[in-house]
Each structure stands twice: as C-alpha cells, then as structure tokens.
C-alpha cells in the first residue's frame, strides 16, 4: 500500500502556517527543516511539524491540501489545536 500525507508545518505555536503534500513524509520534513528546498517555507523557517494525515490516495490527499489551504487561518489553527494542543513538533515520533 501507498502512503501520501497532507501536513501542517510552523515555525511556533500560532506561527505562520504551511501546507504540503508529500508521499514521503520523513524526507519532506527533513528537506524543510534543511532548508534544502527555497521557497515559502524555508523563507519563513517554517520546520515543525504540526499536523498531519495519512491516506492511500495521491488524489484525495492532494484533494484535501487544496481544500486546507482555501481554509481560513482559524479553521487551520482550530484543526492543528484539535490534534496537537501543545503544537509539539511531531516528526520527532518518527
């Protein structure tokens, strides 16, 4: 089975947001938190990982990153506090 993750990344609670979509989620963030890639996120230091969530479709996972990023910024943050209320960073579980 394949794996895709669309993720919320910040540089701290309340921060600036992020959202991406990946099918490696390990070497995604560790290219974000590098700086390996110029753009938005490295612009921002954007490199904690606030947010995520699996799916086995490269369609519904790219289906709801654009969805979330149409999102207002207090529905992200309602969505990241609803799963990480401390906003820990959470690729340190992997």
Not at 43 to 56: A, C, D, F, G, Q
């Amino acid at each position: 089975m394949n794996s895709y993750f669309v993720y919320i990344l910040s540089n701290k609670k309340n921060g600036v947001l992020y959202v991406g979509v990946t099918n490696d989620i390990c070497r995604r963030i560790y290219e974000h938190k590098h700086k390996i890639v110029e753009g938005f996120s490295s612009k921002y230091n954007l490199s904690i990982l606030v947010y995520y969530e699996e799916t086995s479709s490269i369609e519904s996972a790219i289906e709801k990153e654009k969805r979330l990023k149409k999102w207002n910024r207090e529905w992200k943050v309602r969505l990241v506090e609803e799963n990480n209320p401390e906003w820990r960073d959470l690729s340190r579980d992997f």
